[in-house]
């Protein structure tokens, strides 16, 4: 199989696919694993099997599951495509059919679209059950061990169509709470919100109208409530129609966060200036009035609406803090939290929706820095602002960061991220003390082969 062009940087170096699926069931190891380090981490990512049809759109690439089995002093990796319908009938082609960058540019040949997408840009654990996920279709259940693909996963039938690919846990009774964009696959600014308990069993849909059909990728959670963020990254058949871009950067519209009851009621709303959220840290109530951290950055990276080229200097991200009241509903308190440049804010995700100390974060490159990769990794500290920051050298791309518990303190625990090593198209699996992540890693478990660095992790813990 021919490797694909390298003029498409989403297609090279640290993005390039991987074309095998491999079976190694013990890594080389450098320094000391923990011995209480047990379990798996899992990631998942676009990894393309055949050449895709351009343009290329790495958010519609073939999901592709790597674990890592932590036991014992001892690492094993393996990897596996989802096998989507997609994957399935491409396969089957031996070529690309199916576009990327939207359902125009489909091989003749590709009939009707699968509905089960690509499976390629989360993991959440949840009722005993793996599942790839994504944003245009239901989640992919996978074999936690094997990495078979199970097949599409629907609640039982309960979720009608898609879910987000960021749905939270809440740590105090273990249900999943999760959304859908556009839920009945209309631009009409409609969200989904449903819960589904610990045994999996799926609430039925509360819609909540957001201003306009937007690109909403993530969200957050409370007790009491579910957060959205509804930047001005619109969509529109009619401009594309029209010859315009379909997905445009609309700084005039502003931003709507919106406050939605989950014991039911009317959704809080609160305007404040534009700018674009991709993920947030976490959320949680004080003394009435909610808290939200997330990383924003002053443009999106997608045309304005008469097809302008946006500034990319502007697009570099960091970590704000907004301020909402529940009973005052209107306006944000937006305050910056560190300069420090970064992306895929993680926690100790038993503090999901409360207070909390830690956040988590991959920087040092990114949007807005002219380098595509994240170079380093770093913990910020609530408490007195600092930004501990690791630098994993020149050359060597580094994934968002995954907190894995020791103890039943905050922040007590490793973080695990992925390596690529330009030098060597090596990639790596790096072990980190949480609480002293500019010290590097305590451990490195060492690939033989390149790993694409992909998009969001999980860690699920051994029994």
Known sequence: MTDVAEEDPYLARGFAPLRQEF???????????????????YRVGPNPQFAPRPPYNPLMGDGMVHAFRIAHG??????????TGRWVRENAAGRALFATAGPFGDDPEAGPRPPDGVANTSLVWHAGR???????????????????????????????????????????????????NLPRGRLTGELALHEADAAGVLSAARMVQGPH??????????????????????????????????????PQAGVEALVVPRAGGEPLRFATAPCMVWHVMNAFEDGGRIVLDLCEQDVAMFPTVDGAAPDAGRAAQRLARWDLDPGRPGGVTRRRLHDFVCEYPRIDERRTGRPYRYGYVAGLGGPGTGDLFQ???????????????????PGVAVSEPVFAPRGPEEGDGWLLANTYDEASEAGSLV?????????????????????????????????
């Open 375 to 393: 170079r380093g990794l770093a913990r910020f500290d609530h408490a007195t602002g600092e930004m501990a920051v690791w630098d994993a050298g």
């Open 74 to 83: 001892r690492v094993g990796y393996r990897n596996r495509w989802v096998r």
């Open 23 to 41: 079976d190694c069931p013990d890594l080389a190891i450098e320094g000391a694993l923990p011995p209480e380090l047990l379990g798996t981490y």
């Open 213 to 250: 059909a937007s690109i909403v990728h993530d969200f957050a959670i409370t007790p009491n409530f579910a957060v959205f963020v509804v930047c001005p990254v619109t969509l529109s058949l009619e401009r594309a129609r029209a010859g315009g871009p379909l997905i445009a950067w609309e």
């Open 130 to 180: 793996l599942l790839a996920l994504e944003e245009g279709a239901p989640p992919v259940a996978i074999d936690p061990v094997t990495l078979e693909t199970l097949g599409p996963y629907t609640f039982g039938g309960a979720l009608p169509r898609n879910m987000t690919a960021h749905p939270k846990t809440d740590p105090a009774t273990g249900a999943l709470v999760l959304f859908a």
């Open 431 to 463: 072990v980190l003390d949480a609480s002293d992540v500019a010290a590097g890693p305590v451990a490195r478990a060492r690939l033989t082969h390149r790993m694409p660095m992909g998009f969001h992790g999980l860690w699920i813990p051994q029994p």
